[in-house]
């Protein structure tokens, strides 16, 4: 498909350079989600041939199809930071003028992590719902296409029934998955039970999972006899056109689309120009943005299974039955009903998602460390009266919950003397949650503070790093996860330059262990705590200023970036 688009690109280029008068030629190279590119590889060729230039010189479009996870793999690759469960995109995929992914969020994680990625434009070009996607006599189960279902009603369904097997694009890879996850989070009850539910939920997306859509669409069961249908895939959150063109060839047994309430973010595939473009390579891009707002090129996202970005269809959509015949415009959305903006998802949101994620499906090793100086008694007027170290151990039990037994974990508490002249106590070794998931969970009930206890910081974060690094374990990640509520106060303890002296020592690339501070209330120093990060790996530095927010800026430390993995 790239080669007959750059074959084509180059002789309607030449013709426009013979038959146009034009003085040169614009080069202008655009990645697009692949599902998108027919659509826009005719609006390109059209305009080419049109004559399109800037300023007298013509334009040469050269469109591609990447995967939307390759591509943000490299513009991460290019600002020297990662994503969550994407690694590093090889050097041989470049990073183009204009990338067209199939949803906004790919931007907003890239944003979060790089201060440095500031595309331009960044407006809709196209929409695709996200729906679930289910074998038509699995759907009539539920009520299809009469009743609408709700995304509560897919989670109690999955916590309820061990006949509902729902599977998942990994949502660290895949905007629809990722669509999905959020739903889902978003569809959990407060309390307990709703923590225990989204739990539940996560391990049973987790045991059904695929990393490519493709894969995911193969679990489905493939013919109507009724064995077939029990023993393959329920459900999954999928977009419409996926199920549009897993229709379209025609399998024995066809997918249905669920639109659940509320409506979740769609794909939105935002026309990014990316930072580096000069600005004669800008004005080439911002020409053909208005070739793809013509009734023309929405008729030739119909013909792929699309929708325009206001929520319409052109001429040829295969419209699936139970389907709106118009969807909100991609970018709005009906806060009265929960739904959420494409262009309004928080990315602490979706860090929380993928850090919940995280802990679920990716295994690793973490020592936890616990401030228990004085301070951490201090009430948190928005967490009921509880105090700093309640909830940094509700955060402490919500974390362990998520968790996989794939995970080894140990806790540590620091203050000052709470060993002799040490400032900080093992609670608990690094152990696997396997064994040890339980003692685990009752060594939060020893994080009270110590009265008139300091804060041993330095010395603590050396004697922690060094501790995992110790008995570092290849193809995991080895991290480091301390907890604070104030500036260092040991007087009989190391500096902040010893502390960095020693750490920068310490440092191994056979050995990379990721160190996440998490500060809790206004006390902490931002800057002083990411001098000590930025030493490492992969680090960071998360501050929660409402300590009854603590579990949330957690989950949020857990996603981003993906740790340090050898």
């Known amino acids: 498909m790239a080669i007959v688009v750059v074959i084509a690109t180059s002789y309607l280029g030449y013709q426009q350079l013979s038959d146009k008068g ?24 059209q305009w080419m041939a049109d004559g399109g230039n800037v300023n007298g010189t013509c334009v040469e479009v050269n469109v591609n199809a990447v995967n939307p996870a390759t591509m943000a793999a490299a513009v991460a690759r290019d600002h020297s930071v990662q994503l969550s469960g994407l690694g ?68 109690t369904q999955m916590n309820a029934s061990t006949d509902v097997r729902t599977g998942i ?50 679990k489905f069961p493939r013919s109507a006899d009724p064995a077939s249908v029990a023993n393959g895939l329920t459900a999954a959150p999928l977009s419409e056109e996926d199920v549009i063109a897993y229709n379209a060839e025609r399998p024995p047994l066809q997918l249905a689309a669920l639109y659940l309430d509320p409506a979740p973010p769609g794909l939105d595939y935002p026309f990014a120009i990316m930072p580096q473009v000069d600005l004669q390579r800008s004005a080439a891009a911002v020409g053909l943005r208005q070739r793809l707002q013509t009734a023309q090129f929405k008729n030739a996202l119909a013909a792929a299974g699309l929708r ?37 998802i928080d990315a602490g949101v979706i860090n929380q998602a993928l ?21 951490m008694a201090e009430p948190v007027p928005t967490a009921g009266g509880l105090t700093r170290s309640q909830v940094t151990a509700q955060a402490a039990r919500v974390g362990l919950s998520l968790f996989d037994d794939k995970w080894s974990v140990g806790v540590w508490i620091f203050s000052t003397e709470l060993d002799g002249k040490k400032p900080y106590k093992e609670l608990y070794p690094i152990s696997p949650l396997t064994a040890a ?31 995992v690094q110790r008995d570092y374990v290849p193809g995991r990640i080895n991290s480091v996860i301390l907890f604070t509520d ?19 020592k310490a440092l ?59």
Do not use: H
Request: proline letters at 8%.
């Open 437 to 467: 998931r339980s003692e685990l969970a009752a060594t939060t009930n020893k994080f009270g503070p110590k009265k008139g206890g300091g804060t041993g910081l330095y010395d603590t974060v050396l004697a922690a790093y060094r501790e």
């Open 355 to 375: 850090g919940s994620w995280a802990a679920i499906t990716q295994p690793g090793r973490v020592l936890s460390v616990f401030d228990v100086s004085g301070s």
């Open 508 to 566: 191994n690339p056979k050995r990379p262990v990721r160190l996440v501070i998490i500060g809790i209330g206004t006390g902490v120093d931002r800057n002083e705590l990411k001098r000590i990060t930025d030493v490492t790996p992969a680090g960071g530095v998360f501050l929660a200023p409402d300590p009854a927010k603590m579990t949330d800026i957690f989950l949020q430390a857990m996603a981003s970036r993906t740790g340090a993995t050898t």
């Open 169 to 218: 694009v990994d949502p660290a890879r895949d905007a629809a998955g990722l669509a999905g996850l959020l739903a889902l989070a978003a569809a959990a009850p407060s309390g307990v039970k709703g923590q225990q539910a989204k739990v539940g939920a996560l391990r049973a997306l987790a045991a059904d999972s695929s990393s490519l859509r493709d894969d995911m669409l193969q």
């Open 88 to 155: 590093t995109a090889p050097q041989s995929v470049a990073v183009p003028d204009v990338w067209v992914p199939d949803s906004r969020t790919w931007l907003q994680r890239l944003k979060a992590e790089a201060s440095g990625f500031t595309p331009s434009d960044g407006a809709p070009i196209a929409q695709s719902p996200v729906v679930v996607a289910m074998p038509t006599p699995v759907a009539g189960k539920f009520g299809w296409p009469d009743k609408k279902l709700s995304w509560r009603d897919l989670l």
């Open 308 to 344: 325009g970005p206001d929520g319409t269809v052109g001429t040829g959509f295969s419209m699936p039955v139970g389907a709106p015949s118009a969807t909100a415009p991609a970018g709005s959305a009906d806060a009265s009903q929960g739904g959420a903006a494409a262009s309004g």
């Open 22 to 45: 034009c003085t040169g030629r614009v080069p202008l190279t655009v990645a697009a989600a692949s599902e998108i590119l027919p659509a826009i590889e005719q609006a390109a060729q």
């Open 486 to 504: 104030g500036k260092n106060e040991n007087k009989d303890g190391i500096e902040i330059d010893q502390l960095l002296v020693e750490m920068k």
